[in-house]
Every structure is written in structure tokens, then in C-alpha cells.
T-cell receptor, first 113, second 114 residues
Framework: DQQVKQNSPSLSVQEGRISILNCDYT??????FLWYKKYPAEGPTFLIS?????DKNEDGRFTVFLNKSAKHLSLHIVPSQPGDSAVYFC????????????FGTGTRLKVLA | GAGVSQSPSNKVTEKGKDVELRCDPI?????LYWYRQSLGQGLEFLIY????????KSGLPSDRFSAERTGGSVSTLTIQRTQQEDSAVYLC????????????FGQGTRLTVV
């Protein structure tokens, strides 16, 4: 059973608007979360992280929110740009500094110009 | 090269055959990781190499899977007696030290077992 779920396989957003990508997890021991971005024919690249001591982490246009009680995190991109069109993966772990993250299946974001 | 290079980019093999997937990490990177993404699944950790230390093989799904890293550089992932459930994209990544957030991924090898 998937411990990390991205229930929306795809999302389309108009350029300049907000993109919200969601991620749910089932294991309450998860305390460390990552988001990756992947362009076609390229490997994933790390985007932003958050740990459970915070409920928000911001990096430029990208903000990750964590609701630990709901076992839910979301990635907000504001404003969305066509270059943001990619597949976004969330990942979760119970341990810091590990490489054994559990990844979701990804959400394909398309930003329309 | 400038990035992590994987070869071949695509591989179609018959069930029961052995396959070798190659990863050329970024020069000087001591940490090397293998992951795979099967259809409809997230990335799954397979194996981790760090310098001359014994690799962490805890993610390998069966004893048909093995990997080596020669001279601390190139790595080869070998799948023996391939099965259809081995079909996936196999991703390699490398980093200076152990840090998956600072790792650079290759473009992957898409393996199809028919």
C-alpha cells in the first residue's frame, strides 16, 4: 500500500496563477519531507524540503506547507510560470539525512501561457 | 561529463535474460544511489554506495539484483533472469557526500521486459 500518495496525476494552471500540488501520507512517524521536480528525459531535481518542526518553508516562488495532524503537505507555486511545467514528486522519511525516502507517484503540472 | 550519465537510455529484453545497466557519476562524487520507478509507483530506493564502504543493499527487491561500483566511480546494476515486474525506469544519482537533496540524477534507463 502506498505510504505517500499524490492523488492528482495531473494539474493545469494558467500562467501567473497559483499552483497547488498536494501530497498525503499514512505513516505518522514521517517527519522529513522533500519535493522534487522532473522535466521529461531528465532526472529529478530537489526543490524544497520541510521537517515537522515547521509548518511552512518558503523559497522564492515555492512554498511548502505541512499539516502533520492531517498527514498532508502541499507545494504552492506563485506565480506559476510555463517553465514550471514538470512532474512534481513528494517524498517522506522518518529519519533525517537519509536516502531512503518514500516517494509519491508524482503530479504532472502544466502551466498554460 | 558534466552530469550523471546512464546507459543505455532504453533497453528491451526478453524475460529470463540478464541485463546490465551502467551509471557514470559526476567525477569526485563519493556517494552513488540507484532507484527505480515502476509504472504507477513512486521512486523506490535500491542500493547506496559511499566511497570504499560496504554498500547498503537493503532496497534490492530480490537476489536477482546486484550492483557494483568499480574504483569508486562507474556503477553497474545487474538484473539476472529478468521478469516482467522488473520493467521500470532505473535512476542513478551521485553526490559529493551522502545527501539525497544534493544529489544529481541521471536521465534514467527505461527497462522493458517482454
Amino acid at each position: 500500500d502506498q505510504q505517500v500518495k499524490q492523488n492528482s496525476p495531473s494539474l493545469s494552471v494558467q500562467e501567473g496563477r497559483i499552483s497547488i500540488l498536494n501530497c498525503d501520507y499514512t505513516n505518522s512517524m514521517f517527519d522529513y519531507f522533500l519535493w522534487y521536480k522532473k522535466y521529461p528525459a531528465e532526472g529529478p531535481t530537489f526543490l524544497i524540503s520541510i521537517s515537522s518542526i515547521k509548518d511552512k518553508n518558503e523559497d522564492g516562488r515555492f512554498t511548502v506547507f505541512l499539516n502533520k495532524s492531517a498527514k498532508h503537505l502541499s507545494l504552492h507555486i506563485v506565480p506559476s510560470q510555463p517553465g514550471d511545467s514538470a512532474v512534481y514528486f513528494c517524498a517522506a522519511s522518518a529519519l533525517p539525512g537519509t536516502y531512503k525516502y518514500i516517494f509519491g507517484t508524482g503530479t504532472r503540472l502544466k502551466v498554460l501561457a | 561529463g558534466a552530469g550523471v550519465s546512464q546507459s543505455p537510455s532504453n533497453k528491451v529484453t526478453e524475460k529470463g535474460k540478464d541485463v546490465e545497466l551502467r551509471c557514470d557519476p559526476i567525477s569526485g562524487h563519493t556517494a552513488l544511489y540507484w532507484y527505480r520507478q515502476s509504472l504507477g509507483q513512486g521512486l523506490e530506493f535500491l542500493i547506496y554506495f559511499q566511497g570504499n564502504s560496504a554498500p547498503d543493499k537493503s532496497g534490492l527487491p530480490s537476489d536477482r539484483f546486484s550492483a557494483e561500483r568499480t574504483g569508486g566511480s562507474v556503477s553497474t546494476l545487474t538484473i539476472q533472469r529478468t521478469q516482467q515486474e522488473d520493467s521500470a525506469v532505473y535512476l542513478c544519482a551521485s553526490s559529493l557526500e551522502q545527501s539525497i537533496t544534493e544529489a544529481f540524477f541521471g536521465q534514467g534507463t527505461r527497462l522493458t521486459v517482454v
